[in-house]
């Protein structure tokens, strides 16, 4: 199993603008998955992006995927307070565990 | 659709006492079921995971056990708190070990 980390650790930005998460992780994987986490809940599945894509699309979100360098980014724009949240990766090997990182803390001040 | 409990959402209790929460999921058939802690502005920490009844996967050496006595059913123990499991405990489901997970809402749990 591995662990993704997040960069950066806390991230500010007003209403409107956009929000860039980056994930690194260390050996091949099967898929990359993103997930949000608001203040005191359970967190909530994004998007899963697979091995063999480079990009994937939800709404306002936007997902990349580079595996030569071993790096993901979760996009978020024309952002809005109800994005405040954490925002976690979790890199998939085949048939193993998913371990989350420590996460991004994402703030948008109206 | 599929759905996830926990219970209960709050709970204090004292050092030495014994602790029991209780997951359940609906909608769906052997789910692979995850226990994990959160402390205050961390990450996850996987606890436990099951791929099936009876098979129970520890990661981390401490005091607390889990359970699956039913296919969609997952508890997590303690026979004698610590101070230290105070957090944010989260149930969560997935089809897969490889597939996207689904969480519970959470139980927060203050030991004094």
């Known amino acids: 199993s591995q662990q993704g980390e997040e960069d950066p650790q806390a991230l500010s930005i007003q209403e409107g603008e956009n929000a860039t998460m980056n994930c690194s992780y260390k050996?091949?994987?099967?898929?990359l998955q993103w997930y949000r986490q608001n203040s005191g809940r359970g967190l909530v599945h994004l998007i899963l992006?697979?091995?063999?894509?480079r990009e994937k699309h939800s709404g306002r979100l936007r997902v990349t995927l580079d595996t030569s360098k071993k790096s993901s980014s979760l996009l978020i724009t024309a952002s809005r307070a109800a994005d405040t949240a954490s925002y976690f990766c979790a890199p998939k090997t085949s048939y193993d565990k998913v371990i989350f990182g420590p996460g991004t803390s994402l703030s948008v001040i109206p | 659709s599929q759905t996830i409990h926990q219970w209960p959402a709050t709970l204090v209790q004292p050092v030495g006492s014994p602790l029991s929460l209780e997951c359940t999921v609906e909608g769906t058939s052997n789910p692979n079921l995850y226990w994990y802690r959160q402390a205050a502005g961390r990450g996850l920490q996987l606890l436990f995971y099951?791929?099936?009844?009876?098979?129970i996967s520890s990661e981390v050496p401490q005091n607390l056990s889990a359970s699956r006595p039913q296919d969609r059913q997952f508890i997590l123990s303690s026979k004698k708190l610590l101070l230290s499991d105070s957090g944010f405990y989260l149930c969560a489901w997935s089809v897969s070990l490889n597939n996207e997970q689904f969480f519970g809402p959470g139980t927060r749990l203050t030991v004094l």
């Open positions: 050996t091949s994987i099967n898929n």
């Open positions: 099951s791929v099936g009844i009876g098979q």
């Open positions: 992006i697979r091995s063999n894509e």
